[in-house]
Each structure stands twice: as C-alpha cells, then as structure tokens.
C-alpha cells in the first residue's frame, strides 16, 4: 500500500460526521441546524444532552487517535505519519459527506495530538481545563491549548523531557494548530465582542437535558 493512499484513508475516517449522526440518532435533530450549527461534540453536548455530546467527543477523538496509530501500525514514516494526523483533522473539518462543512476539530486534534505527543498532549490537557474553568468558554480554551501544543513538543523535546521530536511532528502539530485557530475566528470575533456562548448557557433550538436520555 502506498503510504500517500493511508493519509487518503485518514481523511476519509476523519470525514466521518459522528457528531452529526450521534444527535440526530438520539434526538432525532439536524445538528446543522441547532445552537451554534457547528457539528461538533460541543455544538451536540448542547443540542443533545450529555448523553449525546459525550459520545460525540469520545467518538471523534478517536478519529485522530486511530489514524496515528494505524498509520504507524503500517510502519509508515514519521511524515506520512503526522500528514495522517493532519488528514483526520481536515476530514473532520472539511467533510465529503456533509458537502464538505464540518466542525472546528478540537476532539479529533486532540485524539490526533495526544497519539502524536502524550507528554506534550496532557500539558495541553491542563491548560484546556484551566481556562474553561476559570472563563466558561470551551472555544477560549481550546484555541489557547491547542496553539500551545507545538511549543510543548519542542519545548519537552529541548528540555529532554520526551525523546527528540522529528522535523514532520513539529511541522505537523504546527499545521493541526494552525487550522484549529483558523477555525475559531469567528469564535475570537464573538470573545472579543463579548457575545461568544459560555458553556452552559442555553441555546435556542436545543432541547432539555433530559431530551437526550
């Protein structure tokens, strides 16, 4: 098998809408149309319920995590491993299944980083915990720790807290952070604006949380 046709098959894994099709199996609802539209788990958490918005995250983190770990299952090198990470993340963000209109990647980044870089991964993990908790905004959060993640690699790598990071996993963790961000920025514009949706807050067109159960 060509190692290009796994970075292929990691984009099609990634482009798997588990979020869209967890909500609408559960609560029979378009997520594309509920709270902020975005299909994600954060967008089916608060158009689902827990029940929902759990199983979307856990299902789209393992996108990442099963394309890195598949990819070097088949021996692949170091950069057609980190382009398999990327991949997940753009299939995620840009899937052919929903005419290429996907959501923001933070789970599916995550899943991807944490197979990449486990160190670095639960640095990032902390940071993303303290700043939801201390602001309530998840999208905050995870545009701040998810930039952080490629300083982390080579930061733990030059302080020789984690083996030496490879050229491709820096370049590839910088390219999932980029995107992320990219992403966001009409998150950034509303944070700035003071109209971005704290976690928790009720969303027009979501149900009860007892709707998901």
Do not use: C, Q
Not at 137 to 147: D, E, N, R, T, W
Not at 191 to 208: D, F, I, M, T
Request: glycine share 14%; aromatic share 8%; charged share 10%.
């Amino acid at each position: 098998m060509s190692d290009w046709w796994i970075v292929g098959g990691a984009y099609v894994l990634g482009a798997i809408p588990f979020s869209f099709l967890v909500v609408r199996l559960l609560v029979g609802r378009d997520l594309r149309s509920v709270g902020s539209g975005n299909v994600g788990a954060t967008n089916a958490l608060r158009a689902g319920g827990k029940a929902a918005g759990v199983l979307a995250l856990l299902l789209d983190a393992a996108k990442g995590v099963v394309a890195v770990l598949v990819a070097r299952r088949l021996g692949a090198p170091a950069e057609i491993v980190a382009a398999a990470a990327a991949a997940a993340v753009v299939g995620h963000v840009f899937p052919v299944f929903l005419g290429f209109h996907g959501g923001k990647g933070v789970a599916t980044a995550a899943g991807a980083m944490g197979s990449l870089e486990p160190v670095a991964f639960l640095a990032t993990l902390v940071v993303f915990a303290l700043v939801v908790g201390i602001s309530r905004y998840v999208s905050l959060g995870s545009i701040v720790a998810v930039a952080l993640f490629p300083a982390f690699v080579a930061g733990f790598s030059w302080l020789g807290w984690t083996a030496p990071a490879p050229r491709p996993l820096l370049l590839g963790s910088a390219a999932i952070a980029l995107l992320i961000v990219l992403r966001h920025l009409s998150n950034i514009r509303r944070l700035l604006a003071g109209r971005e949706l704290r976690l928790g807050a009720p969303v027009a067109g979501a149900p009860e949380e007892g709707g998901a159960r």
